[in-house]
């Protein structure tokens, strides 16, 4: 079946640096993405969404590109903090307002 | 409360007992979704529900598994002889309505069956 996956199962970056998180989808008919942060024993956390039809949209310090011709989605975290070390995923939905579905994640660590 | 509480945190069972999970969705948020995270793995979703209704249930593993929210608030997944492949953690998520995507989780609940 059509899946989201990720690039890169772990990511370390240094304080202060931008992180960027990548994740590419098989699902064309997907019309909607979202990223989740979860830190470890806990549910994860949602983040920021797009819309497929956007290409760009920015939160607080995080910025989500979606890139449907080559069916990429990143994550950019500016200024990278301790806090931001947990597990990210890509999710996606595929028209239908009752489920996602989740790649398997990279996990982001943050060195001083 | 706050946020969407799952109970218990923890469940150890015996192969083939029967377990019943159970999640408090955030006051107010009619959709309430469980999903299902092997380790190492993301979420894989087994059900969802609007208000009372499993609207979409295509997720479920098997007939060993069934949920209700017969009130349309509390939900219970409920697992009958279970087995070690069952072993996981078991994640609820509520959001206010099916268009809203900011889906809120609980912090799950580990099921491991010995």
């Known amino acids: 079946g059509e899946s989201v996956g990720l690039h890169l199962p772990t990511l370390s970056v240094q304080e202060g640096d931008n992180s960027i998180i990548n994740c590419a989808y098989s699902?064309?008919?997907?019309?909607?993405f979202i990223w989740y942060k979860q830190e470890s024993g806990k549910g994860p956390q949602f983040i920021i969404d797009i819309r497929s039809n956007m290409d760009k949209r920015q939160g607080q310090r995080v910025t989500v590109l979606l890139n449907k011709t080559v069916k990429h989605l990143s994550l950019q975290i500016a200024a990278t903090q301790p806090g931001d070390s947990a597990v990210y995923f890509c999710a996606e939905n595929t028209g239908t307002a009752s489920k996602l579905t989740f790649g398997t994640g990279t996990r982001l660590q943050v060195t001083l | 409360g706050a946020g969407v509480s799952q109970t218990p945190s923890n469940k150890v069972t015996e192969k083939g007992k029967y377990v019943e999970l159970r999640c408090d969705p955030i006051s107010g948020h009619t959709a309430l979704y469980w999903y299902r995270q092997s380790l190492g793995q993301g979420p894989e979703f087994l059900i969802y529900?609007?208000?009372?209704?499993?609207?979409?249930d295509s997720g479920l593993p098997n007939d060993r598994f069934f949920a209700v929210r017969p009130e349309g608030s509390v939900s219970t997944l409920k697992i009958q002889r279970t087995e070690r492949g069952d072993s996981a953690v078991y994640l609820c998520a509520s959001s206010l309505n099916p268009g809203s995507w900011e889906a809120f989780f609980g912090q799950g609940t580990r099921l491991t069956v010995v």
């Open positions: 699902n064309s008919a997907s019309d909607y």
């Open positions: 529900f609007q208000g009372t209704g499993a609207a979409d």
